[in-house]
């Protein structure tokens, strides 16, 4: 590796290192908010974020890492096998996240869809579904890089953990994205379902508001009529 290109990868892994410290903090400031709290134990979505952020905190861990190795090697080349050690786990994890990612988003639109009757501490076939689901998106991917650790064991590659997957980067590039825009769209409808809640509650307030005004009025004008009434008969009386 020329001086130039070293200068610029360690400089890039300098600067993500330096990122994913803080989020490193951050994630596990919530993981440990979310097991101390009896609150936030009770409920799947807060189970599912604090995963996610754990499967996070690995790969972001992989980035200082990176930056030790560039440090002390000079270079990023290694064999698939000594990558395939350092960096099978965090891809494992980090692919892990993105199912998890649209688990919780699709919790959250199930609960804003049926707020009362939905319970998800309560549907183990939905638990069991989204546990399934993220363990075998993960397991597709490791068993892709395994299969290449067995096809260039003693390769050199400039170590990485999105290069483990060497052929298959691009179908995991667009499944993530995939999931990505799916999980975004699941919170667009959150929105748009609260937003037009509002709209419904602000309207049923204002129905409501001009009901009272209306039966207020009513009210008012029996009473004066009642009023008028009895002074009229009182003076009739007399």
């Not at 600067?15 to 799947?44: D, E, H, M, Q, W």
């Not at 990612?101 to 309560?122: E, H, Q, T, W």
């Amino acid at each position: 590796m020329s001086k130039s290109l070293y200068d610029l990868v360690l400089l890039f892994t300098a600067t993500k290192a330096a990122f994913s410290i803080p989020a490193i903090v951050l994630n596990c400031s919530l993981i440990y908010v979310t097991i101390k709290s009896k609150c936030l134990r009770k409920g799947l979505c807060n189970w599912l974020l604090a995963i996610y952020d754990g499967c996070l905190v690995v790969y972001l861990a992989t980035f200082p890492l990176a930056l030790f190795q560039h440090l002390l090697t000079k270079s990023d080349l290694m064999p698939f096998w000594k990558c395939f050690l350092l960096q099978s786990v965090p891809l494992t994890l980090f692919a892990a996240s993105f199912p998890f990612m649209l688990a919780i988003a699709l919790d959250r639109f199930i609960g804003a869809v049926f707020p009362l009757k939905y319970k998800s501490l309560k549907n183990p076939y939905y638990i069991g579904a989204v546990f399934f689901a993220c363990g075998f998106y993960a397991t597709f991917y490791f068993a892709i890089s395994i299969s290449n650790l067995i096809r260039y064991y003693k390769s050199s590659i400039s170590c990485s953990m999105i290069n483990l997957l060497l052929s298959y980067q691009r179908i995991m590039a667009i499944t993530n994205i995939l999931l990505e825009a799916i999980a975004i769209a699941l919170y667009i409808g959150i929105a748009i379902i609260i937003s037009r809640r509002k709209a419904t509650i602000k309207k049923l307030s204002e129905f409501w508001h001009n009901t009272q005004c209306q039966i207020t009025g009513i009210i008012l004008q029996t009473m004066v009529v009642y009023l008028v009434f009895r002074i009229f008969r009182f003076r009739l009386r007399r």
